[in-house]
């Protein structure tokens, strides 16, 4: 059976997290199939967690926990370790007093002042803002790094899988939460959520639990909104790059390739430039939502 280059399976296999690296079938064995196994140490023979709801979109899409190792785990660490790495080094440097020299070191710092400067000062404040410059540069960082996986053939972008976005928009929710109560105290920032009105008794008993009940749901459904965000633009991007270079193979064999193959490339090469800026872009978006909700946290008035 001819396999169907544009099906929806074939093209999210290619987006999707995996227990593999899908190469090209002429840098590996030919008994490997194209794919890069990547070692279980720590796989169970009964999952801690599985799902099984009878219905098949949800259980394919909701993978059992089962402390397996999956490409994105991998790229998400080698991220990490890489921007350790890198700013570790230019603290260091900085530290004796020495100024960022070469092209490197200064796109770091302009990157780490604009950050500071655009981002955090006028949305947290000028005086409150520097303590969580660490974890704001961090993010954004990250962020940037498992998106520009994505832009490298045959490795994958994290962020294009729920779950990393989610634990992202996880991490900062508390951090929104921790930096606004350690502010206002455990009692103060809850009851912050609720806007000063001057209503009569009668009408402030009903209203104000409502408007209480709505601005915590809005805080969830805020940061819910921060992971489903990432998430999207970046999946979406890559699905469809795969459809573009998925127009090859569908045609190969007919009279029509030879006039697909090169719009194919050139279309995918143009929206490959667009994948770069909107890498750049995701991670900022992400890094400056944070510090706005950290700010709003903050200051809630």
Not at 203 to 228: C, R
Request: proline share 6%; net charge neutral; charged share 10%.
């Amino acid at each position: 059976m001819a396999k169907d280059h544009l099906s929806p399976a074939n093209l999210f296999s290619h987006v999707e997290d995996a227990e593999y690296f899908h190469v090209p079938r002429l840098l590996v064995p030919k008994d490997w199939h194209g794919h890069i196994n990547i070692p279980q140490p720590f796989e169970l023979e009964k999952p801690l967690i599985s799902v099984d709801t009878g219905d098949p979109l949800i259980d394919n899409n909701i993978k059992p926990l089962d402390l397996r190792i999956t490409k994105f785990m991998v790229l998400e660490l080698v991220a990490a370790v890489i921007v350790a790495v890198f700013f570790i080094t230019l603290a260091r440097h900085l530290r004796g007093g020495n100024h960022p020299r070469g092209r490197l070191w200064n796109a770091l710092e302009v990157m780490l002042l604009f950050l500071r400067d655009q981002v955090a000062r006028p949305c947290i404040g000028k005086h409150g803002a520097d303590k969580f410059m660490p974890f704001l540069w961090t993010m954004f960082f990250f962020v940037l790094g498992c998106n520009l996986f994505g832009m490298i053939p045959w490795m994958g972008s994290p962020t294009g899988a729920l779950a990393t976005t989610g634990m992202l928009a996880l991490i900062t929710f508390v951090v929104v939460v921790g930096s606004g109560m350690a502010k206002l105290g455990a009692v103060g920032f809850w009851k912050a959520q609720v806007p000063s009105m001057d209503l009569p008794l009668l009408i402030a008993i009903p209203l104000v639990p409502l408007i209480f009940l709505i601005e915590i749901a809005g805080l969830f459904i805020k940061h819910g909104v921060l992971a489903v965000r990432l998430l999207a633009n970046m999946m979406a991007g890559h699905v469809v790059l795969a459809v573009l270079v998925g127009f090859i193979g569908a045609t190969y064999g007919l009279a029509a390739w030879w006039g697909v193959m090169p719009l194919s490339v050139v279309g995918a090469t143009a929206l490959s430039l667009l994948e770069l800026f909107v890498a750049f872009l995701q991670a900022y978006i992400f890094t400056f939502l944070s510090a706005l909700f950290i700010g709003m946290a903050v200051h809630p008035h």
